[in-house]
């Protein structure tokens, strides 16, 4: 079944400590992004790859990193989340150009205390 | 900065009524396009509309493009409890040619 994976989808944590939210697509999409949802913001961008070794910023990457070794793969990392990273955070994948449709993960629901 | 906004933010009518939601933008794009989110789950693709296009129909919805006014209408027919969702809009920067802009999103509610 054609699909992006996220795991954790739910994770609770404490200020400071270092996180990875990983996110895996089967259907080699070339377009891979991370979202986060805030109530009444709408989806905002955070990163996102063309393709292996190439990302670029969203719109709101402060406080987040991410890596594209392989295709597959597209995990965000959040090296000391703090309380206004707490957030819904979706991973999607699109093929060849963004002009295409865009499918989604589940979400991972991230609270940081 | 979002670009996509959806109006109105809340709507909520009866089953087989028609249901119309607006999205307005602010600079030129490339495309744009209209999800589905139910209840904190994942975004589902509904529809793409090409900058050079203005009309697009797929089964129950029927969505229009006025690049003059830079806004966009998502219709969906025949309304049914299941279409119960958030609904948004996204846009395709034409300044930035990855970038995708979502809108806040209408929610939706259909009662039975």
């Known amino acids: 079944e054609a699909q992006v994976t996220q795991n954790p989808r739910y994770l609770i944590t404490v200020t400071g400590k270092k996180l990875t939210v990983t996110c895996s697509q089967n259907m080699n999409h070339e377009y891979m992004s991370w979202y986060r949802q805030d109530p009444g913001l709408g989806l905002r961008q955070i990163y996102y790859s063309m393709n292996v070794e190439v990302t670029d910023k969203g719109d709101v990457p402060e406080g987040y990193k991410v890596s594209r070794k392989e295709k597959r793969n597209f995990p965000l990392i959040l090296e000391s989340p703090s309380p206004n990273q707490t957030s819904l955070y979706f991973c999607a994948s699109s093929p060849g150009s963004i002009f295409r449709e865009q499918y989604f993960g589940p979400g991972t629901r991230l609270t940081v205390t | 900065s979002q670009q996509g906004e959806e109006d109105p933010q809340a709507l909520s009518i009866q089953e087989g009524e028609n249901a119309t939601m607006n999205c307005s933008y602010k600079?030129?794009?490339?495309?744009l396009q209209w999800y589905r989110q139910n209840s904190g789950r994942g975004l589902v693709h509904l529809i793409l509309i090409r900058s050079n296009e203005r009309e697009k129909h797929s089964g129950r919805l029927r969505v229009t493009l006025d690049t003059s006014k830079k806004s966009s209408s998502l219709l969906i027919t025949a309304s049914r409890a299941a279409d119960t969702a958030s609904y948004f809009c996204a846009t395709l920067l034409k300044t930035s040619y990855d970038k995708v802009i979502f809108g806040p999103g209408t929610s939706l509610s259909v009662i039975p």
């Open positions: 600079t030129s794009i490339n495309n």
